[in-house]
């Protein structure tokens, strides 16, 4: 009998060494690549409850994690301000890999390369479970909104344009 083996990123490394319940789920993306909204409905999920992650680097060099409901749109300026920064901008894709060890569209905020500050866009406190990438193109993984704070050092603020 074939076994069926659970795909491993280094997100799922993490939450499992951490013992953080979680539920992954596959989608299929012929292209390489599917937009937020597109990997809600793939999976069936309440478009809501699905986060993506955006890399963003300050004036100061340094980067930051916000991670914000698939359907929205990130405001640089409160994503600023909440990290002390005059200016943020988001990251080239083509440095994604190099800066947090995965890539684009495959880009979780859980077991980057090195530990980001990291934001949460403050609708996530209304949620029991939240979605984002576990680290592949393909695969989400579901946990706690807690557990996520926890596992990525995050914190929740306003993030999104109004």
């Known amino acids: 009998m074939a076994k069926t083996l659970k795909p491993k990123t280094n997100a799922l490394r993490h939450l499992d060494a951490k013992k953080i319940p979680h539920n992954v789920y596959e989608y299929d ?89 990291t934001a949460i866009d403050c609708r996530a406190d209304n949620l029991e479970l939240i979605v984002v990438s576990a680290g592949k193109v393909g695969l989400q993984v579901e946990l706690a909104v807690s557990d996520l704070l926890a596992v990525a050092g995050g914190e929740l603020c306003d993030l999104i344009v109004e």
Do not use: W
């Open 29 to 117: 993306a012929p292209d390489g690549f599917l937009d937020g909204v597109s990997v809600a409905r793939a999976t069936g999920m309440d478009i809501n409850k699905v986060y993506k992650t955006l890399v963003t680097q300050g004036g100061s060099k340094e980067h930051y994690v916000c991670v914000i409901p698939v359907a929205k749109e990130l405001d640089l300026k409160k994503a600023a301000k909440h990290f002390g920064e005059k200016k943020l901008e988001m990251i080239p894709a083509k440095e994604i890999t190099a800066v947090t060890g995965y890539i684009k569209g495959g880009c979780s905020p859980i077991g980057m390369k090195k530990q980001f500050k």
